[in-house]
């Protein structure tokens, strides 16, 4: 159990930081303005994410006061990161007139 656990979170990591890549290209791409400014913080929070990640294969090791620190961190950052989302496409929804 112990390696199924570590092998879904290095792949985790892996996903996270190929996202964290994907993203950083395509704020290259965007142009300034509000969308840009979006991008911006959704980029943060991918960031954000990516170093809760990183700690998830130490968990075995730390106390529990710290992983559950962790795990809340990671949950606030990935509900913001949705929320964050869902307002972007909702604004891109009004802008095109749906």
Not at 16 to 28: C, D, E, N, S
């Amino acid at each position: 159990m112990r390696v199924l656990i570590l092998l879904l979170s290095l792949s985790a990591i892996f996903v996270i930081f190929y996202a964290l890549f994907r993203a950083a290209t395509l704020h290259k791409k965007i142009p300034g303005g509000l969308v840009k400014e979006s991008w911006r913080l959704l980029y943060y929070l991918i960031g954000l994410l990516a170093v809760g990640y990183l700690t998830m294969p130490l968990f075995p090791t730390l106390p529990e006061s710290s992983r559950n620190l962790i795990v809340a961190i990671i949950c606030l950052g990935g509900a913001l990161f949705i929320v964050k989302v869902i307002n972007l496409i909702y604004r891109i929804a009004k802008e095109i007139g749906l």
